[in-house]
């Protein structure tokens, strides 16, 4: 199993663009989350998905879409990027029979100019 | 808001046992405690998790106290791979895990 995978890994935009980080797992797991992480700071849920066609806000959800048509991909859309968003962003996803693990992808390091 | 209070950073010595202080003062009687690590620039990588009773496995130990309102995850004998932020989270049962700032382990030779 690949296990959860993002793309792009690095990404540069100007304010104003858009654009969409993939995430996907093989793990056929149900749920599955966004979250960015700023410098010094632990990590904050922007999204979660409890299964296909359910999408849900976290903590900071302003300014990022979610959408879940299937089990293996949770893209995030970044509708008008600003320089707030800033960040790198991590992709999860859990089986809901093992609720206590989480498996994290490596990360879209974003930067808006 | 994360439910937990950790140090910000702690030192250890390689070989040495490592370990690291929760408080989960207003933790309710079915919310679990969930260790997870990140090391540099990495997703957060799982560790442990437990209830009320003490937790073994093959990375760490958790120690709950008996009113659970703190923790202390060990690291048996550090090495320099377990130089990492560590978190300790609180969550019921849903998918959110609410992070902290956790504490920014060193371990050193």
């Known amino acids: 199993n690949a296990g959860v995978t993002q793309t792009p890994k690095f990404q540069v935009l100007k304010t104003g663009q858009s654009m969409t980080l993939q995430c996907a797992q093989d793990m056929n797991h149900e749920y599955m989350s966004w979250y960015r992480q700023d410098p010094g700071m632990g990590l904050r849920l922007i999204h979660y998905?409890?299964?296909?066609?359910?999408?849900d806000q976290g903590e900071v959800p302003n300014g990022y879409n979610v959408s879940r048509s299937t089990t293996e991909d949770f893209p995030l859309r970044l509708l008008s990027a600003a320089p707030s968003q800033t960040s790198v962003y991590f992709c999860?996803?859990?089986?809901?029979?093992?609720?206590?693990?989480?498996?994290f992808g490596p990360g879209t390091r974003l930067t808006v100019t | 808001d994360a439910k937990t209070t950790q140090p910000t950073s702690m030192d250890c010595a390689e070989g040495r046992a490592a370990n690291l202080p929760c408080n989960h003062s207003?933790?309710?009687?079915?919310?679990?405690v969930y260790w997870y690590r990140q090391i540099h620039s990495q997703g957060p990588q799982y560790i442990i998790h437990?209830?009320?009773n003490n937790e073994t496995n093959e990375m760490a130990s958790l120690i709950i106290t008996e009113d659970r309102k703190s923790s202390t995850l060990i690291l048996p004998h550090a090495t320099l791979r377990d130089t990492a932020v560590y978190y300790c989270?609180?969550?019921?049962?849903?998918?959110?895990?609410?992070f902290g700032t956790g504490t920014r382990l060193q371990v050193f030779p």
């Open positions: 989270i609180v969550r019921d049962n849903t998918d959110k895990l609410i």
């Open positions: 998905s409890v299964g296909a066609g359910i999408t």
């Open positions: 999860a996803s859990r089986d809901p029979g093992q609720a206590y693990e989480q498996y």
């Open positions: 437990g209830l009320k």
């Open positions: 207003t933790i309710s009687g079915n919310e679990y």
